[in-house]
Nanobody, 124 residues
Framework: QLQLVESGGGLVQPWGSLRLSCAGSGFSLDYYTICWFRQSPGKERDGIALINSGDGSSFFIDSVRGRFTISRDNAKNTVYLQMNSLKSSDTAVYYC?????????????????WGQGTQVTVSS
């Protein structure tokens, strides 16, 4: 069974940090482009960061660039999203998704496998 499992969400104060994990089972994540999406109540699911398969190049949307980083640990079959300097506007459910033979796209429909999501709440 092919699965993605996110973890690491929680409640954090503004300007705090969290590290989200996206663990794959049943397939090797290093052959896939991995994208992190987030969704707030009443809003669409938006792609915010991705790491491409192969060269491991990454992309971030403007609102998180410089605060978030993305990395892979192939030995653990896990992708991480390190989130620093968190703001209340970062509050959302965060999802990771895996897409095969794609690069650099934030379009949700391009990704075949999805995790269940993890809640991130930034509040004092």
């Amino acid at each position: 069974q092919l699965q993605l499992v996110e973890s690491g969400g929680g409640l954090v104060q503004p300007w705090g940090s969290l590290r989200l994990s996206c663990a794959g089972s049943g397939f090797s994540l290093d052959y896939y482009t991995i994208c992190w999406f987030r969704q707030s109540p009443g809003k669409e699911r938006d792609g915010i960061a991705l790491i491409n398969s192969g060269d491991g190049s990454s992309f971030f949307i403007d609102s998180v660039r410089g605060r978030f980083t993305i990395s892979r640990d192939n030995a653990k079959n896990t992708v991480y999203l390190q989130m620093n300097s968190l703001k209340s506007s970062d509050t959302a459910v965060y999802y990771c998704a895996a897409g095969f033979a794609i690069r650099g796209t934030l379009v949700p429909a391009k990704y075949e496998y999805w995790g269940q999501g993890t809640q991130v709440t930034v509040s004092s």
